[in-house]
């Protein structure tokens, strides 16, 4: 009996572990992405239009200098993660937590793009905190 409570919890340790995994990719995607978000900013693109209706209102070239670190930064983190260490998983849920407040403020220059990365990051934080509990137990 002691042999299957072990085999059911290598199992389960090895989807766990996915999740931090999963979470990685995202995050590396999502930090392409920003990258890319950031350059297209930086440029001056035309594919950028803000509206007038909001609040908050900040200079697209300095927005773009801040998804372009930013998104260094959250690349860096999620190759970080493939390593499975303890420190990753909450630096990544801190950069991601970073990157959806960059993205929620870029909601007037790029809403769809905004939202879509802020999911991403919503999903990047949910799969790292749902990752490897047995690090996490004493």
């Known amino acids: ?10 199992s389960s ?6 999740w931090t995994v999963f979470a990685a990719v995202l995050m590396v995607f999502g930090g392409f992405m920003a ?4 350059i297209s900013a930086i440029a001056k693109d035309e594919v ?8 908050f209102k900040f200079n697209l070239t300095g927005w773009g ?11 860096l983190a999620g190759v970080a993660l493939f ?3 303890l420190w990753a998983r909450v ?6 937590g970073l990157a959806m407040i960059a993205n929620f403020l870029w909601i007037p220059y790029y809403p769809f793009w905004a939202l879509t990365l802020i999911v991403v990051d919503a999903f990047v934080i ?12 004493p």
Do not use: E, K, P
């Open 65 to 75: 200098w801040v998804h372009l670190i930013l998104g260094i930064v959250v690349v």
């Open 91 to 96: 630096v990544g849920v801190i950069i991601a």
């Open 126 to 137: 949910w799969a790292l905190c749902t990752g490897n509990r047995d690090t996490l137990s």
């Open 13 to 18: 340790s090895g989807a766990v572990t996915g």
């Open 83 to 85: 390593s499975g260490a």
């Open 1 to 10: 009996m002691a042999t299957h409570v072990g085999a059911a919890n290598r």
């Open 35 to 38: 990258i890319l978000q950031g």
């Open 48 to 55: 950028f239009v803000t509206t007038t209706n909001y609040v």
